[in-house]
């Protein structure tokens, strides 16, 4: 995929970043950004959810294209922040500070203020 991932062990409900050093140590490309809405979209790695292959790479930014039947997965798809061009890198931050005052610093924030916790279970 032409991106660091994080070992998937690593990647539960507290997998964000603890302070703001932190955040632009881990955000601080699109590449990266795109890394970790990989990681926390797909934790068990990547699963198609037309074929349930499990090989997939980036078409373009933003898109993972399935290996086996070429279905395209957006990975901003059922997120505030789907079809838009601003940079991850924006709206991360943006979030970041939404999700440390509301709800404490984490994925499961982030997630919620994404809208990925329903959506995902459409993947499954
Ligand atoms: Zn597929």
Partial sequence: MGMDLPPRQSINE???PRNLMEFDEWFSTEDACEAYLIAIRWPEGFRCPRCGNDRAWRRRRR???CGSCRHENPLTAG???HKTHKPLRLW???IWWLTSQKYGANAL???RVLGLGSYEMAWV
Avoid: D, N, P, R
Wanted: aromatic content about 26%; charged content about 20%.
């Fill in 79 to 81: 997120t505030i922040f």
């Fill in 63 to 65: 898109v993972m294209v």
């Fill in 109 to 111: 924030g982030l997630k």
């Fill in 92 to 94: 991360f931050k943006a």
């Fill in 14 to 16: 507290e997998y964000f």
